[in-house]
């Protein structure tokens, strides 16, 4: 039996990818009922939004096919696929032509000289190009591996009729497998294509090149091995046509899939290993954890080790695909992709081996999350049940993550944009029944004094019986390194040791209570260094309420202002988006760092405001018909400019009225 492959579908949303991993599977002979996109979101909105699976047998190889959503907001489940796949198939549609995911796709796979194959899907869409398309392949992703035409469309007016495959030097017409006549008008593009196909095979096989430059002709089946062996090299990238929806050129995909798809090469110190690239829930099966087993063979009842933490991990329940079913199974081999259940204590990226102490397999840096809203719950019972919801949903997802916000003490959901975070929202209630509202998140300035200042304040409170007194001068000085330090420099005895802790509570409690617009006071030094006592009526809550005291007195003095967070932004852009982008960021109040060449065309460097930024992922995306992308991260804080101080401020005022 030949070893498993792993072949993702990876592309534009509407590209065709569900439809067409749905045709493989019957065509290697899954009868039963085909289902992607089976969740109750995938379901409401139509397209993908997880990873959906799907493994047949062909001709003694087991094939599992990864489907990605299309949407650019799920980019994760393409860093998720794509390493642990063996080919990748590049669906594009010969009516849209190249799109934004498309790029993105072609960055992960293609670009970094991952066996990739194109597909050409929607031939049989009226306006369907398949020249254009392979024109526009060639020029948007120049310098990895050669587009070579393996397959050119035959059309009957609209109709897609069949394909004229280069390698074989034949026409193929769907449903009749007799070899067909090229036609007549496709008798120069065969000849051109079929000249270029053999040169890139003959530059990726050093014996095939031998063989041309002594004048021999390779034989078909050199051929056909000199372009498997391009194309796990990442030299070549064969181009494929299809109608998935109307089910043509698919046997001969599925045929040249299995033959391109390389076995993947063991990698490491030999001990079994297999990485956990995905997590989702089940409601009948738990937790699970997919694995592709890089190295050995996993079997039920054995014990296997977190290679990071070293701790056990009991193989219990162990899982395949059959279609798009899961089936209990006693033991997976290298090369298979499977699902463990109770898998509680995984994480996403973990590499579980056979023996402790072996090496950790590195799955992929996923992008952050860049996008966030504040989330409130609804009611009281969905207070009672979010947390345990939220952590569990997130801990699936690497481009979900929840974050209370210490400034402002909102709970923030962090995602890749207004969609993403729509779409969890709405999974919440239908598998959690949490029921949540999101709004623009506050930002979380703070403040602080730019000159040293003095002052005194005395607490003194008489009620008839024992009375409060003391009296507190503190000074208050910028501090340069950051953060908050107290400093006791009283000499001799006025105020008495015990007393001094109360101070500094009273000082803590003023520090986030605020001065100018009640955010929490920073880079402060302050010091108490003078200050009388009373006898019978001072106490540690009088010195507390003194300290506060001229702690709020002192601050005023020295010049308050607000400092607001700077993130740093990465943008990665083509070059005809460049200057609209800068220019943007530069209406945000952001400064150009500099511009680096990348695999999109350029990076632009930057950092910019929190507050001009909270909305980028859906103003990036307008202003660049979603070619861009960006990754963001807090970098500092800075003085906020006096006029929209004075803006803050005033909004501060109205809000507590």
Not at 245 to 258: F, H, R, S
Not at 545 to 561: K, Q
Not at 587 to 613: D, F, N, Q, Y
Request: with cysteine; aromatic share 6%.
């Amino acid at each position: 039996m030949g070893q498993a492959r792993n072949i993702c579908l990876v592309g534009h949303s509407g590209s065709g990818k569900t439809t067409l991993a749905a045709a493989l599977l019957k065509k290697g002979g899954i009868k039963d009922q085909i289902t992607f996109d089976a969740s109750p979101e995938e379901k409401a909105r139509g397209y993908s939004i997880d990873l959906g699976f799907g493994s047949f047998s062909h001709k003694g190889t087991r094939v599992t096919l990864l489907d990605t959503p299309g949407g650019s907001e799920f980019i994760e489940e393409l860093h998720k696929a794509v390493p642990v796949s063996d080919l990748a198939l590049l669906v594009v549609s010969a009516e849209k032509g190249l799109e934004v995911v498309t790029e993105r796709a072609w960055e992960l796979t293609g670009a970094q000289r991952r066996p990739t194959v194109v597909l050409v899907n929607h031939l049989d869409k009226e306006n369907s190009d398949f020249d254009k398309t392979l024109s526009a392949l060639t020029e948007r992703f120049p310098g990895a591996g050669k587009f070579v035409p393996l397959h050119l469309p035959i059309k009957q007016g609209a109709a897609f009729v069949g394909v004229v495959d280069v390698l074989a030097n034949r026409a193929v017409t769907f449903g009749d497998k007799a070899k067909k006549q090229v036609p007549a008008e496709l008798e120069a593009a065969l000849a051109k294509q079929r000249g270029f196909l053999i040169e890139e095979i003959t530059s990726a096989d050093d014996a095939l090149m031998m063989k041309f430059l002594e004048g021999e002709a390779g034989t078909d089946a050199e051929l056909a091995l000199g372009l498997a062996k391009g194309v796990a090299q990442g030299a070549i990238v064969p181009v494929l046509c299809a109608s998935a929806a109307e089910e043509k050129g698919i046997d001969l995909l599925l045929e040249t899939l299995v033959d391109l798809a390389p076995a993947a090469a063991e990698p490491g110190d030999g001990i079994a290993a297999a990485v956990v690239f995905n997590l989702s829930t089940d409601p009948y099966l738990g937790r699970l954890a997919y694995l592709r087993i890089l190295r050995g063979t996993i079997k039920e009842g054995t014990t296997w080790f977190d290679a990071a933490s070293g701790e056990k991990v009991e193989v219990r329940d162990l899982y395949a695909f059959d279609g798009t079913k899961q089936k209990r199974v006693p033991q997976a081999e290298q090369g298979e992709i499977v699902t463990l259940g109770k898998a509680e204590k995984l994480a996403l990226g973990a590499t579980l081996v056979a023996q402790p102490g072996a090496a950790a397999f590195h799955l992929a840096d996923f992008p952050k999350p860049v996008f966030s809203r504040t989330i409130v719950p609804k009611t009281q019972s969905d207070v009672e049940k979010m947390s345990a919801a939220l952590k569990e949903l997130a801990s699936t997802k690497a481009t979900l993550s929840i974050v209370r916000e210490p400034v402002t003490k909102e709970l923030l959901l962090w995602g890749m944009g207004d969609v993403h975070l729509a779409v969890f929202i709405d999974r919440l209630k239908s598998r959690y029944n949490v029921s949540l509202e999101t709004r623009q998140p506050r930002i979380p300035y703070k403040e602080t004094i730019q000159k040293t200042a003095t002052a005194q304040y005395r607490h003194k409170k008489q009620t008839g019986g024992r009375g409060q007194f003391g009296e507190v001068f503190l000074r208050v000085e910028p501090l340069h390194s950051g953060g908050f330090q107290f400093a006791d420099e009283i000499k001799g005895a006025s105020i008495p040791g015990q007393y001094v802790p109360g101070v500094e509570k009273g000082v803590l409690e003023a520090l986030d209570e605020g001065i100018l617009a009640k955010y929490p006071v920073t880079d402060i030094l302050v010091a108490v260094y003078d200050g009388s006592f009373h006898p019978v009526d001072s106490s540690e809550l009088a010195f507390k309420l003194a300290g506060r005291g001229a702690f709020r007195l002192a601050v005023e003095a020295a010049s308050p202002c607000l400092l607001e967070p700077i993130m740093s932004l990465e943008v990665r852009t083509s070059e005809d988006h460049t200057g609209a982008i800068i220019g943007d960021l530069n209406g945000r109040r952001g400064r150009i760092h500099g511009m680096e060449p990348s695999t999109e065309g350029t990076k632009i460097l930057a950092e910019v405001p929190l507050a001009e930024v909270q909305s980028y992922a859906l103003d990036l995306k307008s202003l660049t018909q979603g070619r861009a992308t960006f990754q963001m991260e807090f970098l500092k804080y800075q003085k906020v400019p006096a006029n929209l101080q004075e803006k803050i401020v005033a909004l501060a005022a109205e809000e507590t009225k």
